[in-house]
């Protein structure tokens, strides 16, 4: 079982800070997770860099990066 890390994100529909726990990971990885606000599908985009440290982006369904 992978490490979790819990982060602090906003809502890119409703605006509001909301905790949700990251699977500690060393690949680059995208997936889709329900606000826990509004219900709305958040796209969480996790990046690890070639120095193993890992970033965090999330974004509406329909935009694009």
Do not use: K
Not at 15 to 22: Q, T
Not at 30 to 48: K, L, N
Request: proline share 5%; net charge negative.
């Amino acid at each position: 079982m992978q490490p979790l890390s819990e982060e602090e994100i906003f809502c890119p529909y409703c605006n509001e800070c909301i905790s949700v726990l990251i699977e500690v990971s060393t690949e680059t990885d995208e997936y889709i997770e329900d606000c826990q606000v509004c219900c709305r599908p958040i796209v969480f985009h996790i990046e690890v860099d070639e120095m193993g440290e890992q970033s965090l982006s999330v974004r509406a369904e329909n935009d694009v990066w």
